[in-house]
């Protein structure tokens, strides 16, 4: 099952795109499913995710937060509680100790990518915690996601492939991660994150 783990509409500052033009192109694309990672959960999502569901596409929910070091891909069995995680920063070792709490999974984002404020980078190496990094990022160019392929291959850390679909559908259907079976929702998301084999993928 292909997942783009990593996209935002017009939900999250910065970006234009209207949620359910993302979801109707992913459609046309080898994507079984996207996972929104805007500011945070709201009823009308719902009907998002039913229009998903009307296509044959999974719609799941997650959340970007920016912290003292880089930015982190958030995922809760129940996203509802995405909306306690409020605020413009957090620290790294707290946003990592509430998300865990929760029962969730914590992935790094293009941690290797330098033009953005506070970037990981190497400071992978000293945070303990994490979930998997996203090695295969449409928001990175081919640099960074080599570097962050050999910090999670010397961690010993799972892999993951998002587009960062923000200002355009470039990208859409070309990064995705690839899970073995099916998953359903957002517990089924985070179970897998925790417990399962997946792999970053990049198709052109």
């Given at each position: 099952?292909?997942?783009?783990?990593?996209?935002?509409?017009?939900?999250?500052?910065?970006?234009?795109?209207?949620?359910?033009e993302?979801?109707?192109?992913?459609?046309?694309?080898?994507?079984?499913?996207?996972?929104?990672?805007?500011?945070?959960?709201?009823?009308?999502?719902?009907?998002?995710?039913?229009?998903?569901?009307?296509?044959?596409l999974?719609?799941?929910?997650?959340?970007e937060?920016?912290?003292?070091?880089?930015?982190?891909?958030?995922?809760?069995?129940?996203?509802?509680?995405?909306?306690?995680?409020?605020?413009?920063?957090?620290?790294?070792?707290?946003?990592?100790?509430?998300?865990?709490?929760?029962?969730?999974?914590?992935?790094?984002?293009?941690?290797?990518?330098?033009?953005?404020?506070?970037?990981?980078?190497?400071?992978?190496?000293?945070?303990?915690?994490?979930?998997?990094?996203e090695?295969?990022?449409?928001?990175?160019?081919?640099?960074?996601?080599?570097?962050a392929?050999?910090?999670?291959?010397?961690?010993?850390?799972?892999?993951?492939?998002?587009?960062?679909?923000?200002?355009?559908?470039?990208?859409?259907?070309?990064?995705?991660?690839?899970?073995?079976?099916?998953?359903?929702?957002?517990?089924?998301?985070?179970?897998?994150?925790?417990?399962?084999?997946?792999?970053?993928?990049?198709?052109?």
């Amino acid at each position: 099952m292909f997942l783009d783990l990593h996209v935002h509409s017009n939900r999250a500052k910065g970006s234009n795109l209207d949620p359910y033009e993302i979801v109707a192109r992913a459609k046309n694309t080898i994507l079984d499913g996207v996972v929104f990672t805007d500011e945070g959960y709201s009823e009308n999502d719902i009907k998002l995710r039913d229009y998903g569901r009307e296509l044959g596409l999974i719609v799941l929910f997650g959340k970007e937060v920016r912290t003292d070091k880089g930015h982190m891909l958030i995922y809760l069995p129940d996203p509802v509680r995405l909306n306690e995680l409020s605020g413009d920063e957090f620290k790294i070792n707290e946003v990592i100790k509430i998300v865990r709490s929760m029962g969730g999974a914590i992935v790094a984002a293009h941690p290797y990518k330098k033009d953005i404020d506070k970037p990981l980078g190497d400071g992978l190496f000293s945070v303990e915690g994490l979930t998997a990094i996203e090695t295969e990022s449409g928001f990175s160019d081919n640099t960074a996601n080599m570097l962050a392929y050999e910090a999670a291959s010397r961690l010993g850390l799972p892999m993951v492939g998002g587009s960062a679909t923000k200002d355009d559908f470039e990208n859409l259907g070309v990064y995705a991660t690839l899970f073995a079976g099916k998953v359903g929702d957002e517990q089924g998301l985070v179970d897998k994150l925790l417990n399962s084999r997946y792999y970053p993928v990049t198709i052109k």
